[in-house]
C-alpha cells in the first residue's frame, strides 16, 4: 500500500508542479503569492491540489521586508484576473473566484499594492489542469497470485464536486462493467489462469462528476496473474 501512494503522488507531481512565486519589488519588498484550490482530493494526498475548470481558488498575498511580513492591513490591494479587474479594497490580501478557463490556458493574475514607498505589481500564472482518476493497485508490481482476492480502488483527484458521493465510479476488467462493493473500490475472485492470455487483466477506471457531467476522467493499467 505505501509503495502505491508513493508511486500515486511522485505521478501527480509529474503532471504538475507550481512553486510559490517571490516577485521582487521596490524599495526592497518582495511580495510573495500563494493560492490554494477548493476541489476534490483524498486526506492522505501531500501535494499541491489542482486547479481545474469552474474550481473555486482562494489567492493571498503578503509584502516581505528584510525577511519580516510587511502589516499590510491599510495597505489598498487591487486584484486583476487575465486583465479584468475583480476586487480592490485597503487591506484586501485575498481573492476567492471559479477559474473559468479549461486545461492548458491557465489564468494570469495582477496585484497592484499601493505602499507609500510606491507601487509594487505582482504577476503570478496561475495554471489549470484536468480532474484525474488514479488506479490503486496494493500490489508490488501489479502481481497478484491465481486462486486469491484483488482489491482495486479507483481513487478521484481535482474533481469540483468535493463529495465523494457526489461522483459516479465505474472499473471495467478487461472490457466488462464490473459490480463494486463500494463507492470506489472493487472486490475481484482470482481463478487459475487456463491459457497465457489471461494471466493479464486491463483495468479501466472512469470517474464522472454527477452535477457536471462535462466534468470526468478514465485510465487504466493492467493486473498480472501468477
Known sequence: ??????????????????????VSAQAGDSAIVTWEANNFYPADFEGKPQTTFRTPITVSVEVVRAGKLLNITGTNIAWYVDDSFMDEGVGKKS????????????????????????????????PVAKPRVVIEIPYLNSIISAQSKATIKAIPYFFTNTLLSGLKFSLDINGSRQSSIGDNVLSLNIGTPQAASQQTLLVTGTIQNNISQ?????????LYIR
Not at 477559474?99 to 514607498?117: A, D, M
Open 95 to 126: 481573492i476567492t473566484f471559479n477559474t473559468r478557463n479549461v486545461y492548458g490556458e491557465g489564468h494570469l493574475l495582477k496585484i497592484q499594492i499601493e505602499r507609500t514607498e510606491g507601487t509594487i505589481e505582482v504577476i503570478e500564472r496561475i
Open 1 to 22: 500500500m505505501q509503495l502505491a501512494k508513493i508511486a500515486t503522488f511522485l505521478l501527480l507531481i509529474g503532471f504538475f508542479f507550481a512553486p510559490l512565486k517571490i
Open 214 to 222: 462535462t466534468e470526468f476522467s478514465n485510465t487504466y493499467t493492467k
